[in-house]
Each structure stands twice: as structure tokens, then as C-alpha cells.
């Protein structure tokens, strides 16, 4: 089973930049396909992007597009999320996850806190 550590959380500014990372243990995972997902507190985990196996295909929530990036390197079996153009509605906790054979996604990590000031 796939486990994922995220990084790169933190504090920043409204209009700032974050990049987090998700680490991915094993050597599965370039078959997976991977999503990112936040929480905000007291409201349920939402979509915020995904990324095929080879990364040559991306989608992002409509709340998200044109700010926030997703990528991949399967050689470092780490994906990415670059944040740019923060708002205080991005603090959330964010999450990884693979794609199940379900479809649905699972084996999530512990989550990054992001926090944005306004």
C-alpha cells in the first residue's frame, strides 16, 4: 500500500505563494494517479486537483484554476501543488491521495496546514 508524507505548509500572506510536496513510498507510484484535496475547518474535503500517470494531464477545481498548479516527478515519486495568488479561503488543511482501482482515492497522508493572511 502506497503511503504519502505532505510537506510545505505554512503561513503566508494573501496574494503570496506556497508550493507543497507529497512523497509517495514504494514503487508503484507512477501507475497512480494522484489528487490533491483540502479541508477547511468545519466544512467537508473538496477536490482541489489531479494529475494523470505521466503527468502530460492535469485538472483543477474551478475555485483553484489559474492559481494553483499540479505536477509530478515519478522519478522522486513526489507531486506537487504550486499555490500562487493566495487567498484566506485557501487556509485549509491539504491532503494527497492516490487514485483507487475503485476510482475513488484513498491511502491519504497526515495533511499540510495552510494558513493565509489577509
Known amino acids: 500500500q502506497v503511503q504519502l508524507v505532505e510537506s510545505g505548509g505554512g503561513l503566508a500572506r494573501a496574494g503570496g505563494s506556497l508550493r507543497l510536496s507529497c512523497v509517495a513510498s514504494?514503487?508503484?507510484?507512477?501507475?497512480?494517479?494522484m489528487g490533491w484535496f483540502r479541508q477547511a475547518p468545519g466544512k467537508e474535503r473538496e477536490f482541489v486537483a489531479v494529475?494523470?500517470?505521466?503527468?502530460?494531464?492535469?485538472n483543477t477545481a474551478d475555485s483553484v484554476k489559474g492559481r494553483f498548479t499540479i505536477s509530478r516527478d515519478n522519478a522522486r515519486n513526489t507531486v506537487y501543488l504550486q499555490m500562487n495568488s493566495l487567498k484566506p479561503e485557501d487556509t485549509a488543511v491539504y491532503y494527497c491521495?492516490?487514485?483507487?482501482?475503485?476510482?475513488?482515492?484513498?491511502?491519504w497522508g497526515q495533511g499540510t496546514q495552510v494558513t493565509v493572511s489577509s
Open positions: 514504494g514503487r508503484t507510484f507512477s501507475s497512480h494517479v
Open positions: 494529475i494523470n500517470r505521466s503527468g502530460s494531464s492535469t
Open positions: 491521495a492516490v487514485q483507487l482501482t475503485s476510482g475513488d482515492f484513498g491511502s
